[in-house]
T-cell receptor, first 116, second 117 residues
């Protein structure tokens, strides 16, 4: 079975500061990993994904994440926070086998607050 | 091109009534998913459709929930005899099937906010 744990339901940073959102996963098979962002009253937007190519993945809006198999982690970072980054962030895992559904298993989400 | 669309965007209903939620996936995407987002349970998988294959209904919480996908495109999620605990945002996502049969990115619609009074 697969699972995702996001450490910290709420993270607050100052504008211009480093953003670090933590995600650890559990999977018995090589996973696909995703970060999605959700702005208020909107659906989920893909930030970036890991699908077994480079372990350091760059996404939209200056975000990146590094897949670390030894630590079963996929933490999301951004060097300098912007006010517009305030949103809820979800880490998700899915199986990569063609015989499986590819359904996403989500973490509980982390709300990012950016202070001026 | 157009993204995933869902309707209605908001639905208020009385306990015991049936509701239908609609999802129109991205053209050409053969995989379609329904998820539920609620305060208590977070984001949960409900059901998966892929082409003409039997759907994976393993995430449906009760037999009051059902879904169909007609013509391999539009999908409808039906909740019968709604209960207050069904109040949530229902999200639909679609995904292309890549060479080799794998699925990668799911593209989400804006969701339907359901409130059961």
């Amino acid at each position: 079975a697969q699972s995702v744990t996001q450490l910290g339901s709420h993270v607050s940073v100052s504008e211009g500061a480093l953003v670090l959102l933590r995600c650890n996963y559990s999977s018995s098979v090589p996973p696909y990993l995703f970060w999605y962002v959700q702005y208020p009253n909107q659906g989920l937007q893909l930030l970036l994904k890991y699908t077994s190519a480079a372990t350091l993945v760059k996404g939209i809006n200056g975000f990146e994440a590094e897949f670390k198999k030894s630590e079963t982690s996929f933490h999301l970072t951004k060097p300098s926070a912007h006010m517009s980054d305030a949103a809820e962030y979800f880490c998700a895992v899915s199986d990569r086998g063609s015989s499986n559904t590819g359904k996403l298993i989500f973490g509980q989400g982390t709300t990012l607050q950016v202070k001026p | 091109g157009a993204g995933v669309s869902q309707s209605p965007s908001n639905k208020v209903t009385e306990k015991g009534k049936d509701v239908e939620l609609r999802c129109d996936p991205i053209s050409g995407h053969t995989a379609l998913y329904w998820y539920r987002q609620s305060l208590g349970q977070g984001l949960e998988f409900l059901i998966y459709f892929q082409g003409n294959s039997a759907p994976d209904k393993s995430g449906l919480p009760s037999d009051r929930f059902s879904a169909e996908r007609t013509g391999g495109s539009v999908s409808t999620l039906t909740i019968q005899r709604t209960q207050q605990e069904d109040s949530a945002v229902y999200l639909c996502a679609s995904s292309p099937i890549l060479a080799g049969g794998s699925r990668e990115t799911q593209y989400f619609g804006p969701g339907t906010r359901l409130l059961v009074l």
